[in-house]
């Protein structure tokens, strides 16, 4: 049986793009002999599993992607886009079928509790090829505002967000949709708490750059992260699209351990 709840189901045109071009550019993914891509829970439409192998083919021609959602009535939906390169099935956390080398569960995980998010993860990981990753997190109706964890059998790595810079009032807007596992931990002593707060801080402080543009502006707010402890990862041309990246240590839970 498949494991996991059905979810709402939402879905729309290109909600998830910034996950997507997030995937295209993982190492993982660019170098994999068998780049099989799996869409966990797509909702009520094929939209994102089509739009995910359209965008991955620029990079990889090859990719497969295969969409996978736990309520049968919308498996046999999608299966009526199906096309060369992207089918569908059914499924949950159990990933049925060829081992992907990358997994992207976007807007599963929010309506389980906290505690069972590690479970999640660890029966999706399980099911990756050698040196896959999974992609799990959450956007905004309109994919303006995401962010994700990318996680492999050594553990979650990386805390990403992304952003839509033009007319971003706070950064910390991404709070309302941080991954399951950090979204109730943005409070006093917890390490996403001060991610968002020097965020907001830095943003305020460069405020003067958004003249020349917004993606200057928050290039100078990573920057400054950066200078000042922060584990930021990657590069500026990351950074323009209104990325933040930094490592999973640096925002985990207090008291959280990968076992």
Same mark, same amino acid.
């Given at each position: 049986? $498949?494991?996991?709840?059905?979810?709402?189901?939402?879905?729309?045109?290109?909600?998830?793009?910034?996950?997507?071009?997030? &995937?295209?550019?993982?190492?993982?993914?660019?170098?994999?002999?068998? $780049?099989?891509?799996?869409?966990?829970?797509?909702g009520?439409?094929?939209?994102?599993?089509? *739009?995910l192998?359209?965008?991955?083919?620029?990079?990889r021609?090859?990719? *497969?992607?295969?969409? /996978?959602?736990?309520?049968?009535?919308?498996? @046999? &939906?999608?299966?009526?886009? %199906?096309?060369? +390169?992207v089918?569908?099935?059914?499924?949950?956390?159990?990933?049925?079928?060829?081992?992907? &080398?990358?997994?992207?569960?976007?807007?599963?995980?929010?309506?389980?509790?906290?505690?069972?998010?590690?479970?999640?993860?660890?029966?999706?990981?399980?099911?990756?090829?050698?040196?896959? =990753?999974?992609v799990? #997190?959450?956007?905004? *109706?309109? #994919?303006? &505002?995401?962010?994700? =964890?990318?996680?492999?059998?050594?553990?979650?790595?990386?805390?990403t /967000?992304?952003?839509?810079l %033009? !007319?971003?009032?706070?950064?910390? /807007?991404? %709070? *309302? @949709?941080? $991954?399951?596992?950090?979204?109730?931990?943005?409070?006093? !002593?917890?390490?996403?708490?001060?991610?968002?707060?020097?965020?907001?801080?830095?943003?305020a =402080?460069?405020?003067?750059?958004?003249?020349y543009?917004?993606a200057?502006?928050?290039?100078a707010?990573?920057?400054?992260?950066?200078?000042?402890?922060? $584990? =930021?990862? +990657?590069?500026?041309?990351?950074?323009?699209?209104?990325?933040?990246?930094?490592?999973?240590?640096?925002?985990?839970?207090?008291?959280?351990?990968?076992?």
């Amino acid at each position: 049986m $498949p494991i996991g709840h059905v979810t709402r189901g939402t879905t729309g045109t290109n909600r998830l793009r910034r996950v997507d071009r997030w &995937i295209a550019q993982l190492p993982a993914f660019t170098k994999a002999e068998h $780049p099989l891509v799996v869409d966990l829970g797509y909702g009520a439409s094929a939209t994102t599993s089509l *739009e995910l192998h359209q965008r991955l083919s620029k990079t990889r021609p090859d990719v *497969e992607v295969v969409g /996978i959602e736990i309520e049968p009535e919308r498996v @046999r &939906i999608a299966n009526e886009r %199906a096309r060369p +390169g992207v089918s569908f099935r059914l499924g949950g956390f159990e990933v049925p079928g060829e081992r992907p &080398i990358v997994i992207r569960a976007l807007n599963v995980l929010r309506q389980y509790d906290e505690g069972q998010v590690d479970d999640a993860w660890r029966r999706m990981i399980g099911r990756l090829q050698p040196g896959g =990753v999974l992609v799990e #997190g959450t956007c905004n *109706e309109v #994919g303006r &505002i995401a962010s994700w =964890v990318d996680a492999t059998t050594d553990g979650p790595q990386t805390l990403t /967000i992304s952003l839509r810079l %033009a !007319g971003l009032d706070q950064p910390s /807007i991404v %709070a *309302e @949709r941080l $991954p399951k596992v950090l979204i109730h931990r943005n409070v006093p !002593g917890e390490r996403i708490h001060e991610l968002m707060k020097d965020l907001d801080r830095w943003w305020a =402080v460069h405020s003067g750059l958004g003249v020349y543009s917004p993606a200057q502006r928050w290039v100078a707010v990573v920057q400054s992260l950066k200078q000042s402890g922060w $584990p =930021v990862l +990657g590069a500026a041309r990351r950074w323009r699209l209104g990325e933040l990246t930094v490592t999973w240590d640096a925002v985990a839970p207090v008291g959280y351990r990968w076992k």
